[in-house]
């Protein structure tokens, strides 16, 4: 089973950026892979995936400060934060869908997730 592992949380001030990276174990060339997160108190949400043909998708006004990225060849997942606000604050979570499958239409339906990075953003 392929594993994710996600690196690049941390502490930023208001305004701050943050470039998370996750590694996969195994091939994903073959899954839908992207970011979920969950803020304290709240379900997680799906903040941006990118297909294995490179289409994107960004939820509500995301895409105008975050950048999803991949590369196959080295089966890494990225995203890049900038203008971070408090409200971005939350465990950030890789994921990958099944393979060969469109993006998972809620978190339940997940194949592979990451262990989850902390982000934290002060005001």
Same mark, same amino acid.
């Given at each position: 089973q392929v594993q994710l592992a996600?690196?690049?949380?941390?502490?930023?001030q208001t305004g701050g950026s943050l470039r998370l990276s996750c590694v996969a174990s195994g091939d994903t060339g073959s899954r839908c892979m992207g970011w979920f997160r969950q803020a304290p108190g709240k379900e997680? #949400?799906?903040? @941006? !995936?990118?297909?294995?043909f490179g289409y994107i998708y960004y939820t509500g006004s995301l895409k105008d400060r975050f950048t999803i990225?991949?590369? *196959?060849?080295? *089966? @890494?997942?990225?995203?890049?934060? *900038?203008?971070?606000?408090? #409200?971005?604050t939350g465990v950030y979570?890789?994921? @990958?869908? !099944?393979?060969w499958t469109a993006w998972p239409e809620s978190p339940s339906e997940v194949d592979i997730w990451g262990q989850g990075t902390q982000v934290t953003v002060s005001s």
């Open positions: 996600e690196t690049g949380g941390g502490s930023v997680r #949400e799906d903040v @941006a !995936h990118i297909d294995r990225s991949r590369d *196959n060849k080295k *089966n @890494a997942l990225y995203l890049q934060m *900038n203008s971070l606000k408090p #409200e971005d979570f890789c994921a @990958a869908g !099944h393979p």
